[in-house]
T-cell receptor, first 115, second 115 residues
Framework: AQSVAQPEDQVNVAEGNPLTVKCTYSVSGNPYLFWYVQYPNRGLQFLLKYITGDNLVKGSYGFEAEFNKSQTSFHLKKPSALVSDSALYFCAVRSMNTGFQKLVFGTGTRLLVSP | DTGVSQDPRHKITKRGQNVTFRCDPISEHNRLYWYRQTLGQGPEFLTYFQNEAQLEKSRLLSDRFSAERPKGSFSTLEIQRTEQGDSAMYLC?????????????FGPGTRLTVL
């Protein structure tokens, strides 16, 4: 069965500092990996995805993520955090092997960026 | 904004009552998904439609749950004989059918509270 782990419930970072939100996955076959962000009272917003190709993926709002096959990780990064980045971040995976259309999400990581 | 819309946004009901939620996907998106999100967890897949055909169902979707997409446009999710454990945020998402790797676009969700 496919699964996603987000080992940190919360990440705290000062504005202007780089941020990393961690994600590891377990899947049979090739993984298709996604990051979403959830603001209060709003739906999940797509940030970026890895399908194939370059391991460094760039997405919305200055975020990027690095796919590492040997470590089965897909960490979300941003060089300089903004207070407005404070939100709940979810990593998700899909696989051809088990219900390809189904997204399997992690439990989420709350990012708090302090001024 | 022509994103995914869901109605109602909030629903409070008494145990044993039936409830129905509606989802309107982004126009021209032929794939539609339902997820359930409980507090402190990531969204969990419930079911998936391609046009009007329901192609995948999770074991989470007990026989008290039924989803339809009769004309391949909007979808409804009905819960019969609600239980307190059904209290959750119900999320709808849609994606175009142009690629197997399209991201899913989420609506704001319907928050269900069962008293």
């Amino acid at each position: 069965a496919q699964s996603v782990a987000q080992p940190e419930d919360q990440v705290n970072v000062a504005e202007g500092n780089p941020l990393t939100v961690k994600c590891t996955y377990s899947v049979s076959g090739n993984p298709y990996l996604f990051w979403y962000v959830q603001y209060p009272n709003r739906g999940l917003q797509f940030l970026l995805k890895y399908i194939t190709g370059d391991n460094l993926v760039k997405g919305s709002y200055g975020f990027e993520a690095e796919f590492n096959k040997s470590q089965t990780s897909f960490h979300l990064k941003k060089p300089s955090a903004l207070v407005s980045d404070s939100a709940l971040y979810f990593c998700a995976v899909r696989s051809m092997n088990t219900g390809f259309q189904k997204l399997v999400f992690g439990t989420g990581t709350r990012l708090l960026v302090s001024p | 904004d022509t994103g995914v819309s869901q109605d109602p946004r909030h629903k409070i009901t008494k145990r044993g009552q039936n409830v129905t939620f509606r989802c309107d996907p982004i126009s021209e998106h032929n794939r539609l998904y339902w997820y359930r999100q409980t507090l402190g967890q990531g969204p969990e897949f419930l079911t998936y439609f391609q046009n009007e055909a329901q192609l995948e169902k999770s074991r989470l979707l007990s026989d008290r749950f039924s989803a339809e997409r009769p004309k391949g446009s909007f979808s409804t999710l009905e819960i019969q004989r609600t239980e307190q454990g059904d209290s959750a945020m119900y999320l709808c998402a849609s994606s175009p059918g142009t690629s197997e790797y399209n991201e899913q676009f989420f609506g704001p969700g319907t928050r269900l509270t069962v008293l």
